[in-house]
């Protein structure tokens, strides 16, 4: 029964997902449409990341990282201010 969801879920179209790191730990839940019918994920509640033996190759990621973050920063921020020599100042909340 479980094969035959998985198979199921790799069909659909993801909806919604969210998914939160926090002190660690990972948090996800979500929704797929398979065939015209929302299916909820099975919920993930705390999981402890660092408890997978994957720190070699997130090292390796890291420069990676460092941009997918900054590029994130600007999408979230409300003002971005170009300074001349200052490069870039990503503003969240009120403008200055």
Do not use: Y
């Not at 993930?44 to 590029?71: G, M, S, W, Y």
């Amino acid at each position: 029964m479980m094969v035959k969801q998985r198979k199921l879920l790799r069909q659909g179209t993801p909806r919604w997902i969210e998914l939160q790191i926090k002190d660690g730990n990972l948090s996800l839940r979500g929704e797929v449409e398979v065939k015209g019918a929302l299916i909820k994920l099975p919920e993930i509640r705390r999981f402890n990341v660092a408890l997978l033996p994957i720190k070699d190759k997130l090292n390796e990621q890291a420069p990676k990282l460092r941009h997918l973050t900054q590029l994130l920063k600007i999408l979230v921020s409300n003002t971005i201010l170009v300074n001349q020599g200052e490069g870039l100042r990503l503003i969240r909340g009120e403008t200055p």
